[in-house]
């Protein structure tokens, strides 16, 4: 078992309960017996992955098996190592059922979803009090976070720099309905408290956001210690540096469990509509008064949805927000269906369609 390089050495060690092990885990382990160990992955480096295990901690590789099938664990997961004394290794054999699976669509070609971390209870949406605060970009981290199954708590950090943090915290609060928002400084520690409901024993938490709204340094406040750098944000444009760039669970003072994240750049949505529905719950409701049930919002007659955007009870930018996540999992899901080859095929169709119809009307 290789213990010398898991940078999860510097972690006090745990229990597998104080890790979040369940007797569901317990009834999925009990096929395994004798050289077989569970552990929890708590940091992927390219090849090699840190997991935490009943006192302590192993570095191993992924089995041929899993390889074959493209199954890689995940920061979170629970998984079934195979001890190798004779090699002084340790491999992964299997990963446990997931309880949640966080991903984000992959901004990339091909679009599969990336896991960026399994067996979430709460994500905390941090943002910052300044440029970062911005409705929309909260709007898409709260979709994929409800598709995850895990419940979102956004975090408007770095208050120590805002005049009235309240009411940067209603401002979100009209856009998350239901969604507890708290604004914090985890420099000063001024608010962090209000996060102890979500920090219980044994829970597990990951922070997502963009690069430089202080992930690491709550996490630094949070285990009591400074386990992750930090940087300084660049003046001119309030845009971090990528300081973090390997996701990492942590145990925290109080018993959590906490994933520091690399600050995101991108977040695709997948093709989970259910996350879509959870962030718009306000205009899903206005819309049972349409007069048609499939009614897009957009021109049609008798639309209760846009009759709110007119009256100014619904804002025009948060139903925008809305088209432009449904037509983004619209476009994901005909991917997924019929390939992107032959959906960009599809598309320069219609638009040579659109062209042409258009040159004909000119033409009269
Ligand atoms: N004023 C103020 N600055 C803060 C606060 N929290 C973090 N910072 C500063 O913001 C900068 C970036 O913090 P990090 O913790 O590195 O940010 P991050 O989100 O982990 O960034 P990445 O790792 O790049 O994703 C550092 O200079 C921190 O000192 C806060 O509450 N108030
Ligand atoms: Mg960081």
């Not at 979100?172 to 309905?177: A, D, E, L, M, Q």
């Not at 449904?326 to 369609?353: C, N, Q, S, Y």
Request: charged content about 25%; proline content about 5%; aromatic content about 6%.
């Amino acid at each position: 078992m290789s213990q010398s390089t898991s940078r999860c050495k510097e972690q006090h060690p745990c229990t597998l309960e104080d890790l979040g092990w369940t007797k569901e885990h317990d009834a999925a382990f009990s096929k395994y017996a004798g050289p077989y160990l569970a552990g929890r992955v708590a940091c992927r480096q390219k090849t090699v992955w840190d997991v935490l295990v009943d006192g302590g901690s192993v570095t191993a590789g992924v089995s041929g098996a899993l390889r074959k099938i493209g199954r890689f664990p995940a920061v979170g997961d629970f998984v079934v190592l195979l001890n190798q004394p004779e090699a002084g290794t340790s491999m992964i054999v299997d990963i446990l059922p997931q309880k949640t699976r966080f991903a984000r669509g992959t901004p990339g070609r091909e679009g599969a979803d990336q896991v960026i971390a399994a067996n979430i209870d709460t994500v905390f949406i941090v943002t910052a009090a300044g440029r970062d605060l911005n409705a929309r970009r909260i709007e898409r981290f709260l979709a994929i976070t409800h598709a995850s199954g895990a419940c979102p708590v956004v975090v408007i950090n770095k208050s120590d720099l805002a005049d009235d943090p309240v009411a940067l915290a209603d401002e979100i609060t009209s856009i998350s309905p239901g969604i507890p928002v708290i604004p914090i400084s985890a420099v000063s520690g001024e608010g962090v408290d209000r996060l102890d409901p979500y920090l219980s024993p044994r829970t597990t938490i990951a922070l997502i956001g963009s690069s430089g709204v202080g992930k690491s340094t709550l996490i630094n406040r949070l285990v009591g210690r400074p386990v992750q750098a930090t940087s300084h944000t660049r003046d001119y444009d309030d845009r971090g540096r990528h300081t973090t760039t390997v996701r990492q669970l942590f145990v925290l003072a109080g018993g959590a469990l906490m994933i520091d994240n690399p600050g995101l750049r991108e977040v695709g949505i997948g093709t989970a509509s259910a996350g879509i529905a959870d962030t718009f719950p306000d205009i899903l409701e206005l819309a049972e008064g349409c007069r048609f049930s499939d009614c897009r919002h957009e021109e049609e007659p008798g639309c209760a949805v846009q009759a709110a955007v007119a009256d100014g009870t619904l804002s025009a930018s948060r139903l925008n927000s809305f088209h432009r996540l449904m037509r983004e999992l619209a476009f994901e899901r005909d991917k997924e269906e019929i390939g992107l080859v032959r959906l960009e095929k599809k598309r320069w169709k219609e638009i040579g369609k659109i062209a042409r119809d258009f040159a004909k009307t000119k033409g009269r």
